[in-house]
DNA sequence: TTTATTAAATGCAATATTACAATAAAGAAG
DNA sequence: CTTCTTTATTGTAATATTGCATTTAATAAA
């Protein structure tokens, strides 16, 4: 039906996959990329370097800001983006607690 | 058009995503964390434990084995899944280089 | 006020994803 | 061989995602 059945599973878990999912674009990682490296805050400057139209690129800033990763401040006529640093680091603990299962207790059956 | 891009991107900013998008969506976080507890290896003990059906979980499996976390072997009538450890550690270093991009360095215009 | 400039919202088309019923395939048990 | 068990495959329906042209909204500049 294209509808997860978010209600069966832990809190957790869909906490996780929607941190997961959030990152799961190219043109997202390419975003947070420049954003960590600061040097296209404006929403206009990351048009130009990503190849995509504007309409495309403003709903993927859309969708990390509805997952919480970066903020948005208007500026005149521009808006200037940038990590949510706080909410960042919370997902970092998050994804990482989840990618830190101990592999070690864990057995290769096949 | 529901169709990425891929072109455009990097090959990393690619398999990040790739990875990222294979762990976005909470029955697969669930199908791993049972295997990191390895007490269900077995497809079936994974559609019991989780309230999805067969088929349902089974393309859950089938995404997880193309991403290659998982590996699967057929033991007589079952199959017998695990995490494909070596995969495992490279899509973790793969994910960290991104998250532990320095969040020191960047600047919160907002 | 009029005219840019910039970004969000809307509407649409194409494709992808999620979920499951029904079926097929492959081996085990009788 | 027949039957049972287990998992994969196929087909289908519903919803989500990706991408963009067009429009709207809001501020800046003239």
Redesign the pocket.
Known sequence: ?????SEIFTEEQNRIANMA?AL??P?RISILQHLFQSDSC???DL?DKIG?????I??????LKNAGLIK?N?E????CYCIHKENWMEMKKLLNSFLDSDISTTSECC
Chains 1, 2 share one sequence.
Do not use: D, F, N, R
Request: aromatic share 0%.
């Open positions: 039906m294209g509808i997860t059945k999912k799961g674009h043109a404006i929403c206009g048009v995509l139209a504007q309409p495309t403003s709903q993927h800033l859309k969708e948005g208007v005149g006529t521009s808006v």
